[in-house]
């Protein structure tokens, strides 16, 4: 335990990669709580088509995740989950113009959450296979562990995020760009990753 503590801690890439995928779990949490309250409150959108909506998430997981990681093999893991970023923000920003300008609210509503889905999808690559890809070979247990850890804090802090966000501000699209904001840094920090990470791991 020590000693893979002591090698976590010197390996300054695969922290960098666990906070920028922690960033984009800030992002991940919104379609759970944020989307539902915004969708209901401000867009009008009935429990019934929030249920759809819901269900595009589980169909697309299911029949959708295989041909979209076919169709990113070979790519970097870094530039898979850079695309999975710009998808939800893609689709954030998609929401905050529906709401401000009651634009289609309810196809408006689907085709953002097709968006998140496909960005989940591409985004899930990464996150399943890159931390194992970095890890010295006696400390692959130990680093997916780790990186769990580090991401789980994301999770956390997207309900504090998205509740803050809700409550303290009125504008529709100002809501959506305040929490679209992490994948920034978040694509920053996985483009300064990809230089450093050795290109046979970062291939998918």
């Known amino acids: 335990m020590r000693g893979s503590l ?10 960098e990669v666990c906070i920028a995928f922690a960033l984009a779990w800030l992002l991940f949490g919104q379609y759970q709580i944020s989307l539902p309250l915004y969708a209901s409150r401000t867009m009008g959108i009935p429990y019934g088509i929030l249920g759809i909506g819901f269900s595009i998430n589980g169909l697309m997981v299911v029949f959708g995740q295989m041909p979209i990681t076919r169709a990113m093999l070979g790519k970097k893991h870094t530039t898979i989950g850079a695309y999975g970023l710009i998808a939800y923000a893609v689709s954030f920003i998609g929401l905050g113009f529906a709401g401000l300008f009651q634009f289609l609210p309810i196809v408006s509503f689907l085709a953002a959450t097709t968006v998140m889905v496909v960005g989940e999808n591409l985004i899930s690559i990464p ?7 970095m890890a010295p070979p006696a400390d692959v247990g130990f680093y997916n562990g780790a990186f769990q850890t580090v991401t ?6 997207a309900g504090i995020l998205g509740g803050a966000v809700l409550d303290g501000v009125a504008n529709p699209l100002l809501v959506w760009i305040l929490l679209a904001l992490p994948a920034v840094p978040a694509i920053v920090m996985l483009a300064s990753a990809t230089r450093r990470i050795d290109p046979r791991a970062n291939r998918a």
């Open 6 to 15: 002591h090698r976590l801690a010197g390996d300054r890439v695969f922290l």
């Open 127 to 133: 996150m399943t296979t890159l931390p194992s890809n």
């Open 152 to 157: 789980a804090l994301g999770t956390v802090a």
